[in-house]
């Protein structure tokens, strides 16, 4: 723990949704064998609640930066974050600049251009880094570039206890 490169990674799609899940859970485990004043034998070591407590704030602080890329996998925190995320309300142009309806094949081209999103989606995860530690950026990679609430969810639990326990 503590190197960069060392996110969970389970193979499929959305990496991420494994990593926010498995913290949540480490958490909350840690949280009870504190509570229980115990440990958990693996093998000739044993894993504290203050280990587990660390392996989760480790996967945070990957998935907010401390990472190969040295990029937030939320979208509008830090310097560096996905700007071509697979998401149809932040990829196509706002009303106000595009008044005109634009069905779905007609949104192809937003989808498949490779600018940046004109909607930033603030506060989204999205899906991670591939088994190598790189990301795309692509909206087609929706594995990697798309925010999902199974993602999202168990992260707010992670950001709210680290929050109130620095």
């Known amino acids: 723990m503590g190197k960069k490169g060392s996110l969970i990674f389970k193979a499929g799609g959305s990496n991420m949704q494994h990593v926010t899940s498995l913290s949540f859970l480490l958490l909350?485990?840690?949280?009870?064998?504190?509570?229980?004043?115990?440990?958990?034998?693996?093998?000739?070591?044993?894993?504290?609640p203050a280990?587990?407590?660390?392996?989760?704030?480790?996967?945070?602080?990957?998935?907010?930066?401390?990472?190969?890329?040295?990029?937030?996998?939320?979208?509008?925190?830090?310097?560096?974050?996905?700007q071509r995320i697979h998401?149809?309300?932040?990829?196509?142009?706002?009303?106000?600049?595009?008044?005109a309806r634009i069905?779905?094949?007609?949104?192809?081209?937003?989808?498949?251009?490779?600018?940046?999103?004109p909607n930033l989606l603030v506060g989204a995860v999205v899906g991670g880094p591939n088994v190598s530690d790189a990301f795309p950026d692509s909206r087609p990679y929706f594995q990697e570039s798309e925010p999902t609430t199974y993602i999202n969810?168990?992260?707010v639990g992670l950001l709210a206890y680290f929050s109130a326990h620095p």
Request: aromatic share 10%; proline share 10%; hydrophobic share 30%.
């Open 153 to 155: 969810g168990p992260l």
């Open 87 to 99: 998401h149809r309300g932040s990829s196509l142009p706002s009303v106000e600049s595009h008044p």
């Open 51 to 82: 280990l587990l407590k660390q392996l989760a704030k480790r996967q945070v602080d990957y998935i907010l930066g401390d990472n190969p890329l040295g990029m937030s996998y939320m979208v509008g925190y830090g310097a560096r974050f996905p």
């Open 103 to 117: 069905g779905r094949k007609a949104g192809s081209r937003y989808y498949l251009s490779p600018n940046p999103n």
């Open 28 to 48: 909350a485990y840690s949280n009870y064998l504190s509570h229980a004043n115990k440990v958990v034998p693996c093998g000739e070591r044993s894993a504290s």
